[in-house]
């Protein structure tokens, strides 16, 4: 792992992006987009090329998968990736624990696909051995699907486990690792998957435009007539791109050269060893100075990923709205929760930041508590009792 330095934010950000993506990107992935690319150029064409050979690399899938590139958001690689490879007579597992799978099974609704689901709330992981029992009960499902780290809650899934026992029952899964791919290790030749989702935005370090899939080659050649859209077809987009070198229609260039600078400082990073490494290290200081201020997490440490932490809101006085007023002002954006249950927030340990910057988050925290007329440490919201308190 090189030494990691993190710049400031350049005059027209407005401040760290502490929020699962988009992230603070690096001075010089933003100069990437700086020049132009023709789409159908050669030049271009070896730009995408190598982006898909790298995305594949970092999860050690070269020699059994195929990286199929996508316009748009993550959501739109979801929905493509469940299209494509879920048949209209397939039936899929969603395995639920926040709002990424709720938003599974809302794609489903649209893609008029059969899905059952295990929902465990806002902060359980899904247990391995009911996942094994659903399977048992129902050789009708085909398909599972499970995001790898739910940033609702900030929960890391037991992604390890659950592949095994989907790989005992004989049946396909699909692992939505929008937040997770680069910084949380992926080895496709010991961990069994068919389909493994992600974004440049997130810990990439690149900038939003597009989203990839890293799809079994022999799966996906079997996908052709699956997909319900003409453009969310990767059958369709990974043929061509194999055929032409080039995307169907017309990419996110700009985008695309931003990734690809990004790849490059991944690598003088560490890989995703060494990216790792940095967003631990930014979970941690943080959560040690969150807790220290009276602040509460939702999940027990067991389950805490190093994408992002949520914390219970303190009662009021506090009002999230001025808390994130005050932050911003002092250079933080964080984000707010998407509980169903209680009032939550939540803080991105992931992009362009580094202890110091974590560091400094704490004492913003603490002068905008003071700001807003809250006493330090912050006490616990009434409704919550001792045992639903995750930390010691």
Known sequence: MSDHSISAPSPRQTGYLLTPGPITTTLSVKQAMLTDWGSWDNDFNLLTASIRQQLLALAHAEAEFSCVLLQGSGTYAVE???????????????????????RMAKICDY??????????????????????????????????????????????????????VVKTAGRSLIIDSMSGFG???????????????SS???CLEGVPGFAFSLIRTGVLQQCAGNAHSLSLDLFDQWQYMERTGQWRYTPPTHTVAALAQALQEHTAEGGVAGRLA????????????????????L?????????????????????????????????????????????????????????????????????????????LPVPLPAHLTSSTVAQA
């Not at 299209?83 to 597992?93: I, Y």
């Not at 200081?285 to 009276?294: D, K, P, Y």
């Not at 964080?334 to 939540?346: E, H, M, N, W």
């Open 111 to 164: 893609l008029g696909r059969d899905y059952v689901s295990l929902d465990m709330g806002d902060y359980l992981p899904p247990e391995p051995a009911e996942v094994a029992r659903l399977l048992a009960a129902d050789p009708a499902i085909s398909h599972v699907a499970v995001v790898h780290c739910e940033t609702s809650s900030g929960i890391l899934n037991p992604v390890e486990a659950i592949a095994k």
């Open 183 to 197: 910084a949380l290790p992926v080895d496709a030749r010991s961990l069994p998957f068919d389909a493994l989702i």
């Open 278 to 297: 940095r967003y631990r290290q930014n979970r941690d200081v943080m959560l040690a100075g969150m807790r220290q201020l009276g602040f509460r997490t």
């Open 299 to 375: 999940l027990e440490d067991d389950w805490l990923s190093p994408i992002i932490v949520t914390f219970f809101c303190p009662p009021p006085p506090f009002d999230f709205k001025a808390f994130y007023a005050a932050l911003k002002q002092r250079g933080f954006i964080i984000y707010p929760g998407k509980l169903t249950a209680v009032d939550s927030f939540r803080i991105g340990c992931i992009g362009q930041v580094a202890a110091a910057q974590m560091q400094q988050l704490v004492s913003a925290v603490a002068e905008a508590c003071q700001e807003l007329g809250l006493s």
């Open 200 to 202: 440049a935005n997130k």
């Open 80 to 102: 493509a990736t469940l299209a494509t490879l879920v048949p209209r007579s397939g039936k899929l597992l969603i395995l639920m624990n926040g709002a990424y799978g709720q």
